[in-house]
């Protein structure tokens, strides 16, 4: 789906008009129009506005673009599992699991992967194997990079 097309279900689910919408969000009848349109779509403050109004990501506004993953555990996100920041706005670079009101959870590498080794390893899938899987892949996260 476009930007236009998410825009236009999400008014109409919510049952605001385009006027309606347009003072909700500061900005005229007519750029609602044009978003819905095609036209044009939101600037980032408008979006970071939207998103909020509409309780989903300014990923999925944009039409979800790209996958998301959490960037401390490597977990693909969605709206239902992006951690929020202490005003309940979004954060789209980690999950709620790994990041809740405004702190990581998870203070050092070795505590995720005991986490992860614990939670992921099965008969199939042992838990030396999740933590070598793991012990590789996390360092390549944004999150482990800063550390």
Known sequence: MDTKE???????????????LAE????????????????TVPNT???????KLFDVSINT??????????QCCGMPLEDANI????DDA???????WC?????FVYTSLEELLD??????????WPPEQVRAYFAAQLPKLDHWKQR
């Not at 506004?61 to 959490?70: K, N």
């Not at 990041?99 to 702190?103: A, I, N």
């Not at 986490?115 to 199939?124: C, K, R, T, V, Y």
């Open 6 to 20: 998410i825009l236009l279900e999400l008014r109409a689910r919510r049952g605001f008009s385009q006027e309606q």
């Open 24 to 39: 909700k969000v500061h900005v005229t009848r007519q750029a609602v129009s044009r978003w819905e349109t095609g036209e």
């Open 45 to 51: 403050e408008t979006l970071k506005l939207l998103s």
């Open 61 to 70: 506004l944009l039409g979800s673009p790209r996958q998301l993953i959490c």
């Open 83 to 86: 951690s929020r920041e202490p």
């Open 90 to 96: 979004f954060n789209e670079a980690y999950c709620k």
């Open 99 to 103: 990041y809740t009101d405004g702190k």
């Open 115 to 124: 986490f992860l080794e614990g939670h992921m390893s099965n008969e199939a």
